[in-house]
């Protein structure tokens, strides 16, 4: 445990106190000051970053009714513009359905939460933040016009479903703890005040969700905890109708629903983890879509976990992951598989893309990698015939990048996977050896880090670091079990694995003794954090990017955002025994001590994930720590705060995020090189 048993800095929990801007401001200026030898090369990771990707940047297209969408990054400017063409008339000109660029206007920030054209596209819903608070005020655009409609409704959060008639939509609302505790009803020229409540949910470990399903015929009213949902169906018709439960909760069974239009409502199309730990797919009718009315389409395989079955016509595509890599199955309608579609190579993932048109012949697919950028492409449903229809254009060199699956030994016995990429110069012919090595991890909710393409580690890359991500229990590469093993009172093991992988990485020849950074945002930094205590010798340096690491005050602070849902992730402190292995790893109730690493923490004033107050308290508790233990105070200790508009996940412009990027970069190569 830390030097201090009492908790000397509970007093910044009052995030607008003047004494706590006041201390990160003297952070943030001693950050700069500590760090101010590197802005040459921050400046100059910074224009590689840049440089990555083209400056007027494009995405892949999308199919929505007679339309074609795209968004697009004009050069100079932070933000996306998002425009669509009429499949119809290939020679129109594109049409802008929003300028990002526009509503930040005057603003530091800004981040969009919802964009849904309405089903006849001449209007669409959008709402704004500005603060990176994750609040958002909604509004609805005339796109022909360009002109918004009276109706403004604030303190809306994420998801919306519109009316089959264009005419209302619903929404969610927040509670105090940040909480989507309500649907909503609008009626588009009509007082926010005369909404109607659709659903409201007592129970604080539930969160709202809404969306339209693929047929635009229902609207998914989606009630969720970390291991138990409820799903209601809400006719597009007939928004004011009572939505319909498809199955009440049942305790730690999950469910998630599309639709296949049909007579008497069509049906349903259902993935489930009731009585199969890794899911399989059910149908039902949608006019009786009881548990008693489901119908096994795909049974249960203990070896492939089963994520996602969308409805594609006469079809179903299934995503599914086996033995840590995801892949596609297609089925006809009767469940029967007509191809696995897999990855061509090792490190590499294939995925449904953007697909909102529910009636097409080939399915959007996404063909990535760690170091292959995202192809997208047409997949022939009937033949299984594939055509590129996009490719990131990336303008750095990415020859001689390789990228291999390794696994680390944990202390159970368990192989734990770890991707390795870097770049083989050919100068060496080849040949490898223990190199500068950041780590990466995360770890939690089931969440996987996937194989993506990070054009943001090019410049590690280019500089000889190795990049290694480590594949630690509680997130979910190996399916659910993968996740059970790392949660409430199994929650060390995810720590022990990311040790376990770092000392891999040096035993192996990979990493370079005394060489190896590691990093990790939110739950990932509360993963950082915790080695931080418990093997702070084996790193350099470790970056915690907003990090949970006051856990057990958070935990029973059940005021604060999220935490009575966060109990069936991390546990209930409530009851004494969870307390107490909460507390055993907890990064606040144990800091690294005099042979810490160098830490490099990152917080945001308007984070309503991790609030602000946790990391300040974390470092400032060090800071007294090495008061009285002065022997550590030679390792970098620094806090870097965004004071004014941020997200959680960091800057939302596109330059913006590159500076932040590059500063992080900066400092790592500092301890690394």
Known sequence: MGALQTDDFAWMRRTDDPELLAYLSAENDWCAEATGHLEGLRAEIEAELAAALPDDDVSAPWRRGRWEHRTRRPAGTQYAVHVRRALDDTSAAEQVLLDENALA??????ELGVSEPSPDGQLV??????????????????????????????????????????GSVLYTTLDDAYRPDTVRRHVLGTPV??????????DRRFELTVEATRSGELLLLTARSRDTTEVRLAPTADLAAAPVVVAPRMPAVEYSVDHRPGSSGGE?????????????VMTA????PGVEHWIELVPHDPLVRVESAEVFGEHVVVEERCGGVPRVRVLDRAGAT???????TVGEQVRLARNEDPAVTAVRLVREGWVRPPVTVDHDLASGAEVVVHEQQVLRSLDGLSCEVVHAIADDGVAVPVTVVRRVVASTGGATGPAPCLLYGYGAYESSLDPDFWPDMLPLLDRGVVLAVAHVRGGGELGRDWWQQGRLMSKRTTFTDFVACARHLVDSGVAAPGRLAARGMSAGGLLMGAVAHLAPEDFALIVAEVPFVDVVTTMLDDSLPLTVAEWEEWGDPRDPVERDYLRSYSPYDNTPGPRRPALLVTASRHDPRVSVHEPAKWVARMRAEEEVEPSSRGA?????TALGAGAHTGPAGRYDAWAHEAFLHSVTLDHLT
Request: proline letters at 7%.
């Open 105 to 110: 206007a005057g603003h530091d920030f800004l």
């Open 338 to 344: 007509l191809r696995l579609v897999a990855p061509d």
């Open 193 to 202: 005040s005369d909404d109607t409540v659709v659903w409201f949910e007592p």
């Open 636 to 640: 970098a200790l620094l806090l870097r």
């Open 285 to 288: 009718p949608v006019a009786s």
């Open 125 to 166: 819903a959008y709402s704004v933040d500005h603060d990176g608070g994750e609040v958002y005020s909604l509004r609805f655009r005339d796109v022909a016009s360009g002109a918004d409609l009276p109706d403004e409704v604030p303190d809306t959060y994420y998801g919306l479903g519109w009316a089959a008639d264009n």
């Open 268 to 280: 349903l199309v259902i993935v489930t983890d009731l009585d199969a730990p890794q899911s399989r």
